[in-house]
């Protein structure tokens, strides 16, 4: 049973932030609702106003800029998975959205749900935080921008006040010399994470000259496994040096023990997804071949 609440449907994002300023703490957005209304059923959340952003056409695109893809945040990841700007500029971002959920969940759940809930295994956050994508928020003080590592604060926990809606997601497109993979480890296909990883590389004259790394499920929010990075950056593109390098991501992680999977488990399997992930991300930037 849903606990009682009422419905609004603002015809605009306008109107739509100052129904949440105005209603405060005790409402709620929701765009796909497909983990708002599990957790308001579990009786986890039970909030007194529901304010539905899935109409908002002005936040449900995908726009090709050039060096970047923009993405609004009511954007389904059926209409991810399925866009050709974005699997040629962040074709790891559609990685990831293939393994999650199913079709029909994905017609319905929005890429700022998948943020704004703010779960550690959310599985958009890795490879967005690869690319160094920004989040444009919206609220009753303007516009403003985050980076996405700086977005979550905690499990469930965002940076978002009250009023503040999320309403697009920019991404610089992957560049020549470049590759990004994403490895996830689930019970089942489309089932949450019990660990994922991404990984971004640039290679030139056989070394690699960046490396970005992220991990999600492992600790209270998707984080960046910056020894791993330290460890590869300025070393030739081999496998070698990719094996070596993923070892340091057990220092990177802070997993617990829960119903998917125990804390060591957590610390080995990271150590394997970051790896996997390196060797196809250097593969497809011209490295070692995988
Ligand atoms: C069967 C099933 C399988 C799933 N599998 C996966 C999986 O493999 N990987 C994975 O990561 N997730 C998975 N999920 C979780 C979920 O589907 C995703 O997180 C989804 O992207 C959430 O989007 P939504 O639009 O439904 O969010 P909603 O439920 O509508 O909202 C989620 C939260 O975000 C807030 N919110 C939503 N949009 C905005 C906005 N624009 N601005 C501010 N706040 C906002 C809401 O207030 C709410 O707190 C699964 C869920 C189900 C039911």
């Given at each position: 049973m849903l606990p009682e609440f009422e419905y609004h449907r603002p015809a605009s994002l306008e109107e739509a932030v100052r129904l949440l300023s105005e209603l405060g703490p005790d409402a709620r957005a929701i765009a796909g609702g497909t983990d708002l209304v599990v957790k308001m059923r579990a009786g986890l959340v039970s909030p007194r106003h529901v304010v539905d952003l899935s109409r908002l056409q002005e936040i449900r695109f995908i726009r090709d800029e050039g060096d970047r893809i923009r993405i609004g945040a009511a954007t389904t990841l059926w209409e991810i998975e399925n866009s050709e700007e974005v699997a040629r500029g962040v074709p790891v971002l559609r990685e990831a959205v293939e393994l999650m959920a199913s079709w029909h969940v994905k017609t319905t759940a929005t890429i700022g749900g998948n943020l704004c809930n703010?779960?550690?295994?959310?599985?958009?956050a890795p490879p967005l935080m690869v690319h160094g994508a920004t989040l444009v928020i919206v609220g009753p003080g303007g516009r403003r921008e985050v980076p996405v590592e700086n977005f979550f604060t905690g499990p469930g926990q965002t940076v978002l006040g009250v009023g503040e809606v999320l309403v697009e997601v920019v991404v610089p497109k992957l560049q020549p010399g470049q590759g990004a993979a994403f490895e996830k480890l689930t019970?089942?296909?489309?089932?949450?994470?019990i660990a994922s990883a991404a990984a971004l590389v640039e290679v030139s004259g056989g070394r690699v000259v960046d490396a970005r790394v992220a991990l999600g499920a492992v600790a209270p929010t998707p984080v960046r496994a910056s020894r791993v990075e330290g460890a590869l950056r300025g070393q030739p593109a081999t496998r070698e040096a990719v094996k070596s390098a993923s070892r340091e991501a057990k220092a990177d992680v802070r997993p617990i023990t829960d119903v998917r999977g125990s804390r060591e488990y957590r610390e080995e399997m990271s150590v394997t997804l970051v790896r996997r992930a390196l060797e196809m991300a250097l593969k497809m930037a011209g490295g070692v071949s995988a």
């Open positions: 703010a779960s550690p295994a959310a599985d958009t019970v089942r296909e489309g089932a949450l994470s």
